[in-house]
């Protein structure tokens, strides 16, 4: 069966630090992976998506950036975080041509 | 561009009481329609989904019906429980979008004895 993991669960950042949320996927090949963010009070929003190694589409104009250096493995990162940058942040995957998508347990993000 | 408006929460229910939760939704293609539910401290769990105009989802006593004349997929439950308490979001993927869904702002769903 598939798995998908998240770390870490919860991190308190000062602004202006780096970021490096990671994600990785068990039991599968070649899926498609997404970075989502919750914001308090607000739905999610697709930050980044990746259907191959080194193949990342950006969404939104942000200070994030994404990378993926092996097939299962989905990296998130920021040279320096902003408040804003605050949020729950959620990885998923899906199957290649498949509309359903799996997600992660998040990752507890706060900017002080 | 694609949008999805779900009716704003908290939603706070009595134990067997019926539960609607409404979604409408903007799309330029043809998209599918999902109910995705998150749980206390847990990521989303796919809920049901719809591909087509008049389709039934279904799972778990919930249910939805792809509407296409009023562009709607709300989300219905005959008798709640305690454990349905949680964060229900609804989302779309359009047709010729690479698999991306777009979320609904969500809805807090709090079921008590």
């Known amino acids: 069966s598939q798995t998908i993991h998240q770390w870490p669960a919860t991190l308190v950042q000062p602004v202006g630090s780096p970021l490096s949320l990671e994600c990785t996927v068990e039991g599968t090949s070649n899926p498609n992976l997404y970075w989502y963010r919750q914001a308090a009070g607000r739905g999610l929003q697709l930050l980044f998506y990746s259907v191959g190694i080194g193949q990342i589409s950006s969404e939104v104009p942000q200070n994030l950036s994404a990378s993926r250096p092996q097939d299962r493995q989905f990296i998130l990162s920021s040279k320096k975080l902003l408040l804003s940058d605050s949020g729950f942040y959620l990885c998923a995957w899906s199957r290649g041509g498949e509309e359903t998508q799996y997600f992660g347990p998040g990752t507890r993000l706060l900017v002080l | 561009g694609d949008s999805v408006t779900q009716m704003e929460g908290p939603v706070t229910l009595s134990e067997e009481a019926f539960l609607t939760i409404n979604c409408t939704y903007t799309?330029?293609?043809?998209?599918?329609l999902f109910w995705y539910v998150q749980y206390p401290g847990e990521g989303l769990q796919l809920l049901l989904k719809a591909t087509k105009a008049d389709d039934k989802g279904s799972n778990k006593g919930f249910e939805a019906t792809y509407r296409k004349e009023t562009t709607s997929f709300h989300l219905e439950k005959g008798s709640v429980q305690v454990s349905d308490s949680a964060v229900y979001f609804c989302a779309l993927r359009d047709t010729g979008t690479a698999s991306k869904l777009t979320f609904g702002t969500g809805t807090r769903l709090q079921v008590t004895l």
């Open positions: 799309a330029t293609g043809y998209p599918s």
